[in-house]
């Protein structure tokens, strides 16, 4: 969906990038067109640029030093360094000459040169952005806003009854007042057993509030995509390009008929703890499937052919990219958890199937 003209009221339910390929957004009668393939349709509410600014200057270390008692409690424990694996310098082939979903910008197939970098082993975890929340006295935009989206499948029954607003191409996706970080399907739901799955209700605007915070960044499109290959040369996937080799999962994806029924074979029916399923080549855990990652792009679907050094995509745009699949995804409708695959959010959107993870040029002081 284009952003509303100006003076036009959106409900700001509306504002939500919807992931998994809408054709047609509807959303209390108004009603937009996006591509066929792409993740989504949203009402923007703007480039996000002054928001990541004063996020950042709000929760950095230096302008939130904590207290020892704070500190000792909220910030990074002893084992913290452990939990960023560094991603040696390296060139690697970007991109594919043989899309899955031609309009997503997957091609062409580029080589690019990445320096040394870290990136968190992990997604960030319910327990990890807790930490931070009470630390700095965060609140995250779809608190502010009231709602989210939320999985049908994940909803209660009461929760059905209570939603009135439908998006016509795409009825699994529910506006839920209510829903954000910590009641991920509603004001019924918590996250008291889900302390160490993915945080997910948080913008792009969040994950950089949070990384700046931690004294760490988002990667880079480019960064993420070569960390997600572990070291492996054109392969659809982190392991290579078998999903199942010798029938194992190697990452929370859907099984079943999209959106009909989850067999959960993989052991989820939702999202999975960030330690699951076996790591890639450089020790990265659930990089594709689970949780949609933001990175720090901005969106573009053409590219340069030509050899690259540390790409960081277009200087200015209004969605961010997001890359590596949900648990939602199946390779019948959102065949986005392989590697070269990629989509895109408005930097204000949050659903229940999108988080992130961190990278950092050196590792971060402990607190």
Known sequence: MAAPRAGRVVPSCCRWVLALGLALCSVLGAAASSSKGTCGCSSGRGSGGEAAAAAARRYSPEANAPSPAVGSASRKGPAAHSQMALIPTGMFTMGTDEPEIQQDGESPARRVHVSQFYMDRYE???????KF???????????????SFVFEGMLSEQVKTEIQQAVAAAPWWMPVKGANWRQPEGPDSNISKRMDHPVLHVS??????????????LPTEAEWEYSCRGG?????????????????????????????????????KGTAPVTAFPPNGYGLYNIVGNAWEWTSDWWAVHHSAGETHNPKGPSSGTDRVKKGGSYMCHKSYCYRYRCAARSQNTPDSSASNLGFRCAADSLPALQ
Do not use: M
């Not at 929340?133 to 709602?147: L, P, Q, S």
């Open 124 to 130: 960030v975890s319910n327990a990890e952005f807790e």
């Open 204 to 217: 792009w605007n969040d994950a950089v509030a949070y990384c700046t915070w931690a004294g760490k960044r």
């Open 133 to 147: 929340v009470n630390a700095a006295g965060y609140i995250t935009e779809a608190e502010k806003f009231g709602d």
């Open 232 to 268: 492996l040369e054109n392969r659809l996937f982190p392991w290579g390009n078998k999903l199942q080799p010798k029938g194992q999962h190697y990452a929370n994806t859907w099984q079943g008929e999209f959106p009909i029924s989850n067999t959960g074979e993989d052991g989820y």
